[in-house]
């Protein structure tokens, strides 16, 4: 499980502060708008549509909010149309990082980007200089205290997981291909595994193990690129001890 995994995980489960959730609220519908454009607004036949839209109901959007979002998309519902780009580059300590960005102004997003990473000890690289260290995965985390190991294992293996990481103390990371995210997703359900949190997601092939003296600053730099309001993920390929971790969170 990677350092950004386990950082994302401790910051949901800080939770969101109220000015934070109309950001949260913009990316989710960015995402549900730009799914429906690429796949139809059938969300049956379009699994990042489903994805999305369950995201958005696990953060409590109301339904006309997710409804407008979609009929934007497939163009029932005038609306800005949003360009998807990928920024890559690297933080302190020569870690690998991969930006996924829905924007209406390309130029503008780009400056900024780069900006965010000078600031923060970091450089904005060509294209294609890291994304080939990762694999698009979809991750499910499952709360340890839902279930237990074995139960878990059997679920999600026979569903067509490629893996099962038990290595957090609080959560397991259920790891899949793209085409088996939603088979696996379903048997946990159906298995009575409640599912904490599912996204389709970028997995670092290797890491780099990052001390406590750098650590801080590379979490700045993910946490201010994650906050730019046309920024929908962020992907980094840092190990960061779970002590550091759980100082740096609080």
């Not at 959560?171 to 009575?192: H, N, Q, R």
């Not at 890491?207 to 979490?219: H, M, R």
Request: hydrophobic content about 40%; aromatic content about 4%; glycine content about 10%.
């Amino acid at each position: 499980m990677s350092g950004h995994s386990k950082w994302a995980t401790i910051k949901r489960k800080k939770g969101a502060k109220d000015q934070q959730r109309g950001k949260l609220f913009s990316k989710l519908i960015k995402e549900i708008a730009i799914a429906a454009r690429h796949g139809g607004g059938d969300m049956a036949g379009n699994a990042r549509l489903r994805t999305a839209v369950d995201a958005a109901k696990a953060e409590n959007m109301p339904a006309v909010n997710i409804e407008r979002a979609v009929k934007r998309g497939t163009g029932e519902i005038e609306g800005v149309t949003y360009e998807e780009i990928h920024y890559e580059g690297y933080g302190p300590a020569g870690v690998a990082v991969l930006v996924e960005v829905a924007t209406d102004n390309r130029n503008r997003t780009a400056g900024e980007i780069r900006h965010v990473f000078s600031k923060n000890g970091g450089s904005l690289g060509e294209a294609g200089c890291v994304a080939w260290m990762f694999e698009s995965r979809g991750l499910i985390h499952v709360d340890r205290a839902a279930v237990g190991e074995e139960k878990l294992l059997e679920a999600a293996l026979d569903a067509g997981a490629d893996d099962v990481n038990t290595e957090a103390s609080e959560i397991y990371e259920v790891v899949t291909p793209l085409g088996a995210f939603d088979k696996v997703k379903k048997a946990l359900e159906t298995a009575g595994i409640p599912v904490q949190h599912a996204e389709l997601s970028k997995v670092p092939q290797n890491t780099v193990e990052v001390a406590e003296s750098g650590a801080a600053q590379l979490l700045r730099l993910i946490d201010a690129l994650e906050d730019h309001e046309d920024v929908q993920k962020v992907f980094a390929n840092f190990q960061i001890a779970d002590d550091v971790l759980t100082r740096l969170a609080h």
